[in-house]
């Protein structure tokens, strides 16, 4: 009995070691908006605090074309808001049409916690999102 409770606790402590010692990318499963609600998403975000920014990785499965969801829409495009409420462009997302998949790695926003989303767009480079949200994650 009582070799049970310590490797009970020793199982307990360790699992605790794990879940707050690591770190790690934080990793987000996200459905679509009601633009786009058959759309699944992972984002992952590995936040570096040091250097202040996050990298990101999205990864979109079962996305109609650019053009079926937005007026005008040819791309998807991720931001990020800073701390200021400003919308920053963090990159667009390369579409798969055949498989209806869309993914960006790589990409990153020079900020720890923040909004994001992915909006369709006309262009790559837009100045500004539009109002065509197809995806919204806080990461923190």
Known sequence: MRGTKWKLGAAVVATGWALTGCGGPLKYAVHGSPKAPEIDATIVADVNKDGVFTSLKV???HLAPPDRLGSGG??????????KGKWQRVGALRY?????????????APITA???KITIESDAAPEGPSGDTLVGQHIN
């Open 96 to 108: 798969d049409g055949d498989g209806r998949k869309a993914s960006i790695a790589g990409a990153s």
């Open 114 to 116: 923040f909004d994001m």
């Open 74 to 83: 040819k791309v998807f495009v991720v931001w990020a808001k800073d701390d």
């Open 59 to 61: 990864d979109i499965d």
